[in-house]
Nanobody
């Protein structure tokens, strides 16, 4: 049973920074793609950033230049460094792993940016 455990969310002022982490517990596996999604109140879940096993990254336009996704393949862990945070970044952030065995989601971590 694979579980994704997220950490690093919280409350920060506009312009501040946060670093999210997400690791897999349970069976060892090698996700092909790791990513972060977010869902704000009343809105649909949206992609924030993804990173392939080769290190290729892709970012949503609103976060380009401010967020950086990275991964530690040895530990099946993905990170999201968030800088210059804005109130519109407020959302629940979910990590997502895609592997041959299936697709997995974290439980979500709240990020709140105050103006």
């Amino acid at each position: 049973q694979v579980q994704l455990v997220e950490s690093g969310g919280g409350l920060v002022q506009s312009g501040g920074s946060l670093r999210l982490s997400c690791g897999a517990s349970g069976s060892a596996f090698r996700p092909n793609v790791m990513g972060w999604y977010r869902q704000a109140p009343g809105k649909q879940r949206e992609l924030v950033a993804v990173i392939s096993s080769a290190g290729t990254t892709n970012y949503a336009d609103p976060v380009k230049g401010r967020f950086t996704i990275s991964r530690d393949n040895a530990k099946d862990t993905v990170f999201l460094e968030m800088n210059s945070l804005k109130p519109e970044d407020t959302a629940v952030y979910y990590c997502n792993f895609k592997a041959i065995a299936g697709e997995y989601w974290g439980q979500g971590t709240q990020v709140t940016v105050s103006s």
